[in-house]
């Protein structure tokens, strides 16, 4: 069966430090691949996509950056922390017409 | 630019009640509109979806309603339960490419 991991589930990291968040999905190839941002009583921003390796495209623009250095891999990076970033991130799996969600990276940046 | 609006923002309901969470879109494109539900700290779950070929669709207590022409789709939940408290999404998406544009959320509290 597909599953979808993300790492980690909470973090609190001080504002100018980086960031890495990872996200894995099992039981499929070449996944098609979201990172979405959930801030506080707001709905789901798309931030990026990838629909192979290496391929990464931004929706926003801001702090952040996306990679996909392998075909079930996503990472949201960042080389400097802003308090705007804090916020629910979701890695998200797009498979023909259903979204599967990663449980989500609570991020506070103090 | 928001392609998906969701109301209310939030709504309290009381055990036995009926919820309903109204979403318009605005691209014709659009021809998937999921429901999704999140419970606090977890990830979102499909709850319902339809498409634009039917005006309703049910499953359970839950039922959404499509309105083509206004560009308007609805979730009703029937006789709610506390256990129904959650945030739901509704969502839309054209048939290519697959990102999905989501509401903004609405949150539903349901009093025992």
């Known amino acids: 069966s597909q599953t979808i991991h993300q790492w980690p589930a909470t973090l609190v990291q001080p504002v100018g430090s980086p960031l890495s968040l990872e996200c894995t999905v099992e039981?499929?190839?070449?996944?098609?691949l979201y990172w979405y941002r959930q801030a506080a009583g707001r709905g789901l921003q798309l931030l990026f996509y990838?629909?192979?390796?290496?391929?990464i495209s931004s929706e926003v623009p801001q702090n952040l950056s996306a990679s996909r250095p392998q075909d079930r891999q996503f990472i949201l990076s960042s080389k400097k922390l802003l308090l705007s970033d804090s916020g629910f991130y979701l890695c998200?799996?797009?498979?023909?017409?259903?979204?599967?969600f990663g449980q989500g990276t609570r991020l506070t940046v103090v | 630019q928001q392609q998906v609006k969701q109301s209310p923002q939030s709504l309290i309901v009381q055990k036995g009640g009926i919820s309903i969470i109204n979403c318009a879109y605005e691209?014709?494109?659009?021809?998937?509109f999921p429901w999704y539900q999140q419970f606090p700290g977890k990830g979102p779950a499909l709850l319902i979806a339809?498409?634009?070929?039917?005006s309703e669709k049910k499953e359970g207590r839950f039922t959404i309603s499509f309105n083509k022409s206004a560009k308007q789709f609805s979730l009703h939940i029937m006789d709610s339960q506390p256990g129904d408290s959650a945030t739901y999404f509704c969502?839309?998406?054209?048939?290519?490419?697959?990102?999905?544009?989501f509401g903004a959320g609405t949150t539903v509290t349901v009093r025992a």
């Open positions: 998200a799996w797009i498979m023909n017409t259903e979204a599967f």
């Open positions: 039981g499929t190839s070449n996944p098609n």
């Open positions: 990838s629909v192979g390796i290496g391929q």
């Open positions: 691209n014709t494109a659009f021809d998937y």
């Open positions: 339809i498409r634009p070929d039917v």
């Open positions: 969502a839309s998406r054209p048939s290519k490419p697959s990102k999905l544009s």
